[in-house]
């Protein structure tokens, strides 16, 4: 199995949480100890239906589902506080950054993502991976975010690549829809996230 660049495409678009980087098990690490802490249980399952969207989508859906009177943004605040601490525990997916190194200089690359910029730059400073992207687009910096395209249009507006050529790597449902409605390339990663015997293209 191998992870390809599309021969149709003149620019790269990669997610981070899940894509580049596999915080997953820190995210979900997080949410627990913020519910603990609220006395409430995180019920996981929310993670796979929300992969990709913004954490006050997060907070708001337990909010929600556990009557909780505390404000969605201080549930947000207590949750980026706890999964920053914990910031050293996010390794690299390392198929996608294999293939996203081996384009660099090559391409135009871009991240975008659901997570606030201070999260986007502090997981890529920890996977030392924050100088290879130009363009980062995150939760900050669009009104509407996945599924809806704008989070990958003003990345490939940013690089002045239209975005039938654009090639998205997702593993976040929210995320593919995102691209698909933007009329990029996708790439669902998950399968070589999983499998540690992929490999990228030579």
Request: proline fraction near 5%; aromatic fraction near 6%; charge should be negative.
């Amino acid at each position: 199995m191998k992870l390809e660049i599309h021969p149709k495409a003149k620019a790269l678009i990669f997610d981070l949480d899940g894509t580049l980087s596999d915080s997953l098990p820190v995210h979900i690490a997080s949410w627990h100890s913020v519910c603990k802490k609220l006395n409430c249980t995180f019920d996981e399952r929310i993670i796979a239906e929300l992969t990709g969207a913004p954490t006050i989508s997060f907070a708001e859906r337990i909010k929600s589902e556990q009557n909780l009177s505390l404000d969605a943004g201080e549930i947000v605040e207590m949750k980026q506080l706890e999964f920053w601490r914990n910031i050293n525990n996010i390794k690299p997916h390392d198929a996608v950054i294999g293939l996203m190194k081996k384009a660099h200089g090559k391409i135009p690359m871009a991240v975008g993502t659901g997570a606030s910029r201070t999260s986007a730059m502090l997981q890529m400073k920890e996977l030392k991976i924050d100088h290879l992207f130009d363009f980062i687009v995150t939760a900050d910096d669009v009104d509407r975010h996945k599924p809806e395209p704008d989070t990958f249009l003003k990345c490939a507006e940013m690089m002045k690549v239209d975005p039938e050529y654009c090639q998205v790597f997702e593993d976040g449902e929210l995320g593919m829809q995102a691209a698909l409605t933007a009329g990029m390339l996708l790439t669902d990663v998950r399968p070589f996230v999983t499998d540690p015997y992929a490999v990228v293209e030579k």
